[in-house]
């Protein structure tokens, strides 16, 4: 098999976690590797570490409110190193004009708000997925 395709999913409550693994599972099966971590950091970590072992990471999930590095700035330190990257934030703690506003819409793919319908956020990865292939 060749190299494979990973979702990385980011978010400091592993509840949010598993509902974002098993959502992506659900839908797509096998198709991709999904990564769960909970920090900007150990985003950042594992997603050097897929890199290195020839896996493509085609989407970042992350939570924007998180403690050290908040969402934004992860999205803005991953796109600044792997562009092609498609991300979506979510949030229950801004929306999406915040966003717009915060000039930060040009880095994210899109935004999810919590709690989510599980419809919108598949419809979400599934674009950003369609995209990035």
């Given amino acids: 098999m060749g190299s494979k395709e990973a979702i990385v999913c980011v978010d400091d409550d592993v509840i949010i976690l598993m509902s974002l693994r098993g959502e992506i599972v659900r839908r ?6 999904v990564e769960t971590t909970m920090s900007a950091k150990e985003a950042l970590d594992s997603i050097d570490d897929l890199y290195g072992r020839g896996i493509h ?7 924007w409110l998180m403690p050290g590095m908040k969402g934004d700035e992860l999205v ?6 792997h562009p092609g990257i498609k991300c979506i934030l979510i949030s229950g703690q801004v929306d999406k004009k915040a966003i717009v506003d ?21 419809a979400s990865v599934l674009r950003c997925v369609e995209e990035s292939g």
């Avoid at 990471?57 to 939570?63: A, H, K, P």
């Avoid at 803005?76 to 190193?81: D, I, L, P, Y």
């Fill in 102 to 122: 915060s000039g930060m819409g040009g880095l994210i793919d899109d935004f999810v708000a919590k709690p989510w319908r599980s419809d919108q956020l598949m």
């Fill in 76 to 81: 803005a330190t991953v796109k600044g190193r």
């Fill in 57 to 63: 990471v085609i989407l970042i999930m992350t939570d």
């Fill in 28 to 33: 797509f099966g096998e198709r991709f590797l």
